[in-house]
């Protein structure tokens, strides 16, 4: 008896072994738990937004977004956080990332962690904050909600384009346009300078399009129809900003945040500040529990 207990034994401490070294030896992936006084919200990074993650993972790591405010929020929108000048570092970061723009895969679900920018007048490249991050909440759209929201998305765009072009010194008539109207709004407190604006864009189009190619929205596919039906979120901000993660637990916690009162310029009465932290964890895992499909190596 005595022998086969022995043996039953080191089988058992053999399989335990095994099963440890494989764990052990299976590739993880490194999540971020953002906590805040409304709860903890857990979030993968994706691997094919490389530049986005390793510099979030590197200002997690040092502790830059510890204390870090949400200091822009917005109900059915998103929340903004990531400056972090008001955090422990107190000071801001002076560098901008590269846009990782992968609309075909990533878009702007509820829960998405995507990349704050400048506009595009003085950012034409859309490349990101190198710190500031929002996570948004949305809401849901029908086939006509969506479509009203690739209007929305065509004319920021078309905007953008025509505020370059007017601070140009290639298109000094642009200038002068833009001037009349604003000189006209001076001298006439009823003359409404805004339409007069946007129909000069709209007049504008053909000399837009002849700089910068064909403007035409797309429009969206049909696999994020469904999405933005059923989940929701902000689609007129797709391949305009770098999606570069998603929240997988505490969703609720966007929507208590959200619906925090707020002054004039979005930014919460109360003081809510974060802590972020990094966990590991086996991708084996992290495409079981929350469907994350990691790309192939090359």
């Known amino acids: ?107 702007h679900v509820k829960g998405a962690l995507a990349a704050a920018r400048t506009g595009d007048a003085v950012n034409p490249q ?10 948004v909440q949305g809401e849901t759209y029908d086939d006509e909600g969506l479509a009203t929201r690739a209007e929305r998305r065509y004319s920021l765009k078309i905007n953008g384009l025509f505020t370059r072009m007017y601070r140009s010194d290639r298109y000094p008539e642009l200038r002068e346009k833009v001037e009349y109207h604003r000189m006209k709004s001076e001298e006439d407190s009823t003359y409404d300078f805004n339409a007069a604006y946007q129909q000069l864009i709209l007049n504008s189009i053909g000399l837009i399009e002849e700089e910068f190619g064909d403007q035409t929205d797309p429009g969206y596919p049909d696999w994020a129809k469904k999405i933005y039906a059923t ?58 529990k929350y469907g994350i499909e990691y790309p192939e190596k090359k």
């Open 126 to 135: 859309k490349k990101s904050s190198g710190s500031q991050f929002y996570i």
């Open 231 to 288: 989940t929701g979120g902000v689609p007129h901000l797709d391949a305009e900003y770098t999606v570069f993660g998603k929240v997988v637990e505490g969703l609720e916690v966007i929507d208590k945040i959200a619906a925090v009162q707020t002054n004039q310029r979005d930014k919460p009465l109360e003081d809510i500040r974060m802590t972020v932290k990094v966990i590991e964890v086996p991708k084996s895992q992290v495409t079981k």
């Open 1 to 107: 008896m005595t022998t086969v207990f022995n043996k039953n034994t080191w089988i058992k401490a053999l399989l335990g072994a095994f099963i440890f070294l494989s764990f052990s030896c299976e590739e993880k992936d490194e999540l971020v738990v953002i906590s805040t006084p409304y709860g903890d919200m857990t979030a993968v990074l994706y691997d094919d937004t490389p530049i986005h993650k390793e510099n979030f993972l590197k200002l997690t790591k040092s502790g830059q977004y510890d204390s870090v405010l949400f200091h822009r929020v917005i109900e059915n929108f998103m929340i903004q956080t990531g400056d972090v000048s008001t955090g422990v570092a107190e000071e801001a970061v002076d560098y901008t990332l590269d846009a990782e723009f992968l609309p075909e895969k990533y878009i």
